[in-house]
């Protein structure tokens, strides 16, 4: 069964504190690894897209990264509007490109 | 420049009831989809469609629920009859086409008394 797991659920940084989040996928065949970003209240927001192993992309403050069984979400010297919960989504190659979501990790950056 | 665009932002029905809940998507995008939220959990896919076809519906209950995205207007997700476990936010997402990244509303958050 296709299935995305992210970890940590929740985590707790000071203001300039990097780390990274992980999101840990089984799916048959990768189409696609997609990251969002949502706000309290808010629909969630795009980020980025990995397509192959190998593959990164960077915006800003934040890294994404790709391995043929999981993706990092890089964040260096993170600010408190940096506080949000991170999505991670896989699309699978047998699917009908229907995205399979991870519960996501809450960020929360203290000042 | 509007992104995806969802109404109303929060509707309360009593039991018993129809929901009906309008997406318009991006201008330009004719892949929409569907998404149910529930607090503290991830999103779950319900239904994908483009121009006046049902895609896939694998992630929508067969009963009471139905959706439709007709050539002209917004998308609509209708519950009939609604049951208090319907209470959710409920998301759509808009494409430029198959496999792109699809761009979300703010939701539409369902409440039943």
């Known amino acids: 069964e296709d299935q995305v797991t992210q970890s940590p659920e929740a985590l707790r940084l000071q203001e300039g504190e990097s780390s990274s989040l992980n999101c840990s996928y089984t799916?048959?065949?990768?189409?696609?690894l997609f990251w969002y970003r949502q706000d309290p209240g808010k629909g969630p927001e795009f980020l980025f897209t990995?397509?192959?192993?190998?593959e990164e992309k960077e915006k800003e403050r934040l890294k994404a990264t790709l391995t043929k069984k999981e993706s990092f979400l890089h964040i260096t010297a993170p600010k408190p509007e940096d506080s949000a919960t991170y999505l991670c989504?896989?699309?699978?190659?047998?699917?009908?490109?229907?995205?399979?979501w991870g519960a996501g990790t809450k960020l929360i950056i203290k000042p | 420049n509007a992104g995806v665009m969802q109404n109303p932002r929060h509707l309360v029905r009593r039991r018993g009831q129809e929901a009906r809940l309008r997406c318009s998507p991006v201008k330009g995008h004719s892949h929409v989809y569907w998404y149910r939220q529930l607090p503290e959990e991830g999103l779950k896919f319900m239904v994908y469609?483009?121009?006046?076809?049902?895609?896939?519906e694998s992630g929508m209950p067969k009963e009471r629920f139905s959706a439709e995205f007709p050539k002209e207007g917004p998308s609509i997700l209708r519950i009939q009859q609604v049951v208090r476990g319907d209470s959710a936010a409920y998301f759509c997402?808009?494409?430029?086409?198959?496999?792109?990244?699809?761009?979300f509303g703010d939701g539409t958050r369902l409440s039943i008394l």
């Open positions: 989504a896989v699309q699978a190659e047998d699917s009908n490109y229907q995205l399979i």
């Open positions: 990995l397509y192959s192993a190998g």
């Open positions: 997402a808009s494409s430029q086409g198959r496999g792109q990244p699809q761009h």
């Open positions: 469609l483009q121009k006046e076809n049902i895609i896939d």
């Open positions: 799916v048959s065949g990768l189409r696609g």
